[in-house]
């Protein structure tokens, strides 16, 4: 498993920008496919948000996201980026970075390496 810690959440006002990112270490990050889920307060379960292959070439978003987040990975720095634009409050959420030795995937249980999470508010 790959260690993963993210960082760049906060609060925004409605319509504002954060750029999320993801340190990895402890194992050859160009092995990875790596992802953004979001846990929101009043749900149960971690919402698939974006994915990017090892080589970047194959990249996935959930719709409501599409258009106004990016996903990016810069294999110097091992980190992995989400930027996101004209925030909503619906997005408000907790993010996660995961990771897989695997294929690009949009669900939970394909991934084996989590970060803690970081907290993103977006108010109305």
């Known amino acids: 498993q790959v260690h993963l810690v993210e960082s760049g959440g906060g609060l925004v006002q409605a319509g504002g920008s954060l750029r999320l990112s993801c340190a990895a270490s402890g194992r050859t990050f160009s092995d990875y496919v790596l992802a953004w889920f979001r846990q929101a307060p009043e749900k149960d379960e971690r919402e698939f948000v974006a994915t990017i292959s090892w080589s970047g070439t194959e990249i996935y978003y959930t719709p409501s996201v599409k258009g106004r987040f990016t996903i990016s990975r810069d294999s110097a720095r091992n980190t992995v980026y989400l930027a996101m634009n004209n925030l909503k409050p619906e997005d408000t959420a907790v993010y996660y970075c995961?990771?897989?030795?695997?294929?690009?995937?949009?669900?939970?249980?394909?991934?084996?390496?989590w970060g803690q999470g970081t907290q993103v508010t977006v108010s109305p």
């Open positions: 995961a990771a897989n030795e695997g294929v690009v995937s949009t669900r939970v249980n394909e991934y084996d390496s």
